[in-house]
């Protein structure tokens, strides 16, 4: 697609439910990442896919927090038992490739899913 | 460690003011830089990068030099619009460490018209 496509934009859920996010990267982008954004927190790194490797999980928060790329294109962020800590906008990002893509041309990011626990 | 500091915010400005918003980062290997906006509801967009030493990136009216003396990647405007009110995120990439971008706490820009 022409652009990172995040879905839902909004999931209101309830505390102990289970969530997935969805991520459609751009097309032809080998790599894929997962970043958090809290209030008041900044951005924080969750995990990123490159291509068929093993992917790099040292930011996820606990063993609740769970990833998956298929196919090496769509990527879903699953949250089980959320917590109301967890709410937070989730921005899912492409890039090119890893190392050279990633250098040059920095991340393309989507526009975020906006989870609230309640 | 690979880290990366920005000046705190908010920043206020009034219309055609001169912006500076200082980034200094630590990194074990040879970094790229960028600065990403988030302009209000909305995403991360890349403003504008550099790759190595002495680059200066620019975009919008906006600049930022790559120093490695200085470990230092501040971001410039000459004349501020409302329409810049946004939060500036500082980053980096270290090459051969795999693309994970580390980014600044942000700073947010208010631009008074």
């Known amino acids: 697609g022409a652009g990172v496509s995040q879905s839902p934009s909004n999931k209101v859920t309830e505390k102990g439910k289970d969530v997935e996010l969805r991520c459609d990267p751009i097309?032809?982008?080998?790599?894929l990442y997962w970043y958090r954004q809290s209030l008041g927190q900044g951005l924080e790194f969750l995990i990123y896919?490159?291509?068929?490797?093993?992917?790099?999980k040292s930011g996820l928060p606990s063993d609740r927090f769970s990833a998956e790329r298929t196919g090496g294109s769509v990527s879903t962020l699953t949250i089980q038992r959320t917590q109301q800590e967890d709410s937070a906008v989730y921005l899912c990002?492409?890039?090119?490739?890893?190392?050279?893509?990633?250098?040059?041309?920095?991340?393309?990011f989507g526009s975020g899913t906006r989870l609230t626990v309640v | 460690g690979n880290s990366v500091t920005q000046m705190e915010g908010p920043v206020t400005l009034s219309e055609e003011a001169f912006l500076t918003i200082n980034c200094t980062y630590t990194?074990?290997?040879?970094?790229?830089l960028f600065w990403y906006v988030q302009y209000p509801g909305e995403g991360l967009q890349l403003l504008l990068k550099?790759?190595?030493?002495?680059d200066k990136g620019s975009n919008k009216g906006f600049e930022a030099t790559y120093r490695k003396e200085t470990t230092s990647f501040h971001l410039e405007k000459g004349s501020v619009q409302v329409s810049d009110s946004a939060v500036y995120f500082c980053?980096?990439?270290?090459?051969?460490?795999?693309?994970?971008?580390?980014f600044g706490q942000g700073t947010e820009l208010s631009v008074k018209p």
């Open positions: 990002a492409s890039s090119p490739r890893v190392l050279t893509g990633a250098r040059n041309y920095g991340y393309t």
């Open positions: 097309s032809g982008h080998t790599a």
């Open positions: 896919f490159q291509g068929n490797s093993a992917p790099d």
């Open positions: 990194a074990t290997g040879y970094p790229s």
């Open positions: 550099a790759t190595k030493a002495d």
């Open positions: 980053a980096l990439i270290i090459y051969n460490q795999g693309g994970k971008l580390i």
